[in-house]
C-alpha cells in the first residue's frame, strides 16, 4: 500500500510561517516529481508547488516570493516553507507523488488556517 506521510499544518496568524513536511513512498529519485496542492471550502485543488527529481521547480503566482518548496535528498523528505502567509492561504494541503502521467499518490491532507 502506498502511503506519504505528511506533516506540519496548523494554525497560524497573518504574516506568520509554517513548514509542511511530506515523505514520499518512494526515492525522491525515481518518482518524476513531489508536489504541494491545496484545496479550500467551495474551490477546486490547485498546484501550489512541485519539485522534480533533478530539482527543478514551479510554483502557483500567487505563492512566488512567499513560499519555498526544498528537498532532504538524505531524508528522502519534501518541504513546503510558508512565509508571510495570508487569510486566502487557508485551505487543505495535500502531498502529491507522480511517477508518470497516470501514476499518481496524494496524501491524506493537513489543514492549514491563517486566522488572526
Known amino acids: 500500500q502506498v502511503r506519504l506521510v505528511e506533516s506540519g499544518g496548523g494554525l497560524v496568524q497573518p504574516g506568520g510561517s509554517l513548514r509542511l513536511s511530506c515523505a514520499p513512498s518512494?526515492?525522491?529519485?525515481?518518482?518524476?516529481?513531489v508536489g504541494w496542492y491545496r484545496q479550500a471550502p467551495g474551490k477546486q485543488r490547485e498546484l501550489v508547488a512541485d519539485?522534480?527529481?533533478?530539482?527543478?521547480?514551479s510554483y502557483a503566482d500567487s505563492v512566488k516570493a512567499r513560499f519555498t518548496i526544498s528537498r532532504d535528498n538524505a531524508k528522502n523528505t519534501v518541504y513546503l516553507q510558508m512565509n508571510n502567509l495570508k487569510p486566502e492561504d487557508t485551505a487543505v494541503y495535500y502531498c502529491?507523488?507522480?511517477?508518470?502521467?497516470?501514476?499518481?499518490?496524494w496524501g491524506q491532507g493537513t489543514q492549514v488556517t491563517v486566522s488572526s
Open positions: 502529491l507523488e507522480r511517477w508518470d502521467l497516470e501514476t499518481y499518490y
Open positions: 518512494g526515492s525522491i529519485f525515481d518518482i518524476y516529481s
Open positions: 519539485m522534480t527529481a533533478e530539482g527543478k521547480s
